[in-house]
């Protein structure tokens, strides 16, 4: 029951680290990227919001779990194993959905960032958002540089394009006749290959963290089995 009780007390521990990072991740992606997120024409949910959510129930749920352990309660062991359950069978969906529609996602930024080209100079939010995106990953346009020369603003510009597609600010052409000084790919191309490079360890990471909690259930199952009803007090 000691070896039970430190096991569960120490994966808690853990587990709360686990949602601290899913939060502070969920954080810095709501600071930093969540002008990049606002450019997709999808109507999936934002990651930073989900991560924030889910960071903040995991820290909430392994102090409770951590506590029925240390006084060794039955009902709220019980409920920590379905709720460890319940945040597994979610996180399997929402790993699932997301090979599911892949392409669908893939397609809701394409069109996000179409969009978000045509309207430039009119929606300032997807305006800033873009010239942030072009300046981080070093790109322009949606598939290349001349997505810009077809727009409106580029038409009323003399087939210019923004700054941020610009390699640096003194000699880019207003003009791009051969795009020197211009970066040569176009923004969807440079997030597919950041996103397919990052996949191996996001999967990794996710494959451990369900390890984890199938190991965080056996625990919490073990030690509820083996704690004694309480029995009420006559009157």
């Known amino acids: 029951m000691t070896v039970l009780k430190l096991s569960l007390v120490a994966f808690s521990f853990v587990f709360w680290a686990a949602g601290l990072t899913m ?94 080209v045509s309207a430039y100079g009119e929606d300032e939010g997807k305006a800033d958002a873009l010239d942030a995106l072009q300046r981080a990953l070093g790109c322009c346009g949606v598939e290349s540089y001349r997505d810009w020369l077809a727009s409106p603003w580029a038409l009323q510009q003399n087939a210019s394009v923004p700054l941020s597609c610009c390699r640096a600010r003194r000699g880019c052409p207003l003009s791009p006749a051969g795009a020197r000084g211009l970066h040569p790919e176009g923004c969807f191309g440079k997030v597919s290959a950041f996103v397919s490079s990052n996949m191996f360890c996001v999967a990794t990471a996710a494959l451990g963290l369900a390890v984890l909690q199938v190991v965080g259930i056996v625990l919490a199952c073990l030690m509820a089995a083996r704690v004694p009803a309480r029995v009420s007090a006559p009157h």
């Open 23 to 116: 939060l502070v991740v969920g954080l810095w992606a709501e600071v930093r990227l969540g002008g990049y997120v606002a450019l997709s024409a999808g109507d999936t949910p934002g990651a930073p919001a989900i991560l924030l959510a889910t960071g903040t129930a995991v820290m909430v749920w392994a102090f409770l779990g951590c506590f029925g352990a240390a006084v060794e309660h039955r009902g709220l062991l019980r409920t920590y194993g379905a709720f460890l359950a319940a945040v597994l069978l979610a996180a399997l969906t929402a790993g699932l959905s997301a090979l599911v529609y892949r392409q669908d996602i893939a397609r809701g930024f394409r069109e996000g960032l179409r969009q978000a």
